[in-house]
């Protein structure tokens, strides 16, 4: 068997189970980033590699990244050395996006025999609030793999559909297609809502997370360990990982006018010791308060240049969502 995951806990947990077969770990950051639909397979390595230095803060350069990208494209075109390619998914966005584009992916491949299976876990007995695979033990995990079911035809259509409209550079391809029955996929429906909502409000320009990190740190000085609890538990299934969740609270206090007020020794860094993350806080700032109460509006003041898949996101386009009806 090749085992695919999405992260490097999951995997590591798998090897130590017993469980038979090749795990790999895609890496990737679809929620980050360029995902531009009109582009060459070396001009895609280009723009993922850069994007995914991005969110290291360049502690990992490009080069190092393409080669990453490249040695797990390797690992994933050898499918057919394997009896059976089985997929590990966790039901919140990072992990329906990586769904989606490797469904898209083996769609368009010859599988011969190799038998292609899904596990797409999005609640379990032993955790009440499940988060994802990687909270699971060696026992618990190796228990899930015989409900593995073959992955069908409906499934993989549905996976390159959405696959094509998240990386549109048209916002309405997505809403579309939430709207749509995608029950095949049963948890791509609401990753593709949240996806949504990762665009700039109608209320005050900010994405649903960047407005959920500024309301956790509403009330005051806030550390970052707490910080990084309070904004998880506002997510029904949070997608974020701390060094991504620092990354956004950067992005927040660096811009010309501030929304945080970032209190510690250096840069926020990914730090292995949560005492060390415990020497750094977040306040907001007049600005911040302003975002929150929704006086003021993100892209008007900073002028942001980003990428929401593969909608390029600058101040002549303003594309917004409307999250209290739903509409863009």
Do not use: K
Not at 44 to 73: H, Y
Not at 176 to 196: E, F, I, K, V, W
Not at 308 to 328: K, T
């Amino acid at each position: 068997m090749l085992h695919v995951h999405c992260g490097d806990s999951s995997a590591e947990t798998l090897r130590r189970s017993g469980v038979p077969g090749q795990v790999m770990v895609w890496t990737e950051l679809y929620v980050h980033g360029p995902l531009p639909s009109a582009a060459t397979d070396a001009e895609w390595r280009r723009i993922r590699s850069a994007a995914l230095s991005e969110s290291l803060w360049g502690t990992v350069g490009p080069e190092a990244c393409a080669a990453r990208l490249a040695r797990q494209d390797h690992d994933l075109n050898a499918f057919g050395s394997h009896d059976e390619v089985v997929l590990w998914f966790d039901a919140c966005l990072f992990d329906q996006l990586i769904l989606i584009r490797q469904l898209d992916w083996f769609g368009r491949q010859d599988m011969g025999p190799t038998r292609l299976s899904l596990l797409c876990v999005g609640e379990h007995p032993a955790v009440p609030r499940f988060r994802g695979l990687g909270e699971l033990s060696g026992p618990q995990m190796a228990a899930l793999l015989p409900d593995r079911q073959d992955v069908t035809r409906a499934q993989m259509g549905l996976a390159s559909r959405a696959w094509a409209a998240v990386r549109s550079p048209e916002p309405a391809a997505v809403a579309a297609l939430a709207d749509a029955d995608t029950s095949a996929l049963p948890y791509l429906g609401h990753a593709l809502n949240r996806h949504l909502e990762q665009l700039p409000s109608t209320r005050n320009g900010l994405n649903r997370l960047e407005d959920e990190i500024l309301r956790a740190a509403g009330e005051g000085q806030v550390a970052l360990p707490a910080l990084f609890t309070r904004v998880s538990d506002m997510e029904e299934r949070p997608f974020f990982g701390d060094t991504y969740l620092w990354m956004t609270v950067d992005r927040l206090a660096e811009a010309s006018h501030p929304a945080l007020r970032i209190h510690g020794p250096g840069p926020i860094l990914r730090r292995a010791d949560p005492r060390e993350i415990s020497s750094w806080s977040v306040e907001l700032t007049a600005t911040g308060r302003a975002l929150l109460d929704g006086r003021a509006g993100w892209f008007a003041l900073n002028q942001p240049d980003r990428w929401w898949g593969g909608v390029h996101l600058d101040p002549a386009r303003p594309v917004r969502w409307g999250a209290a009806h739903l509409s863009l």
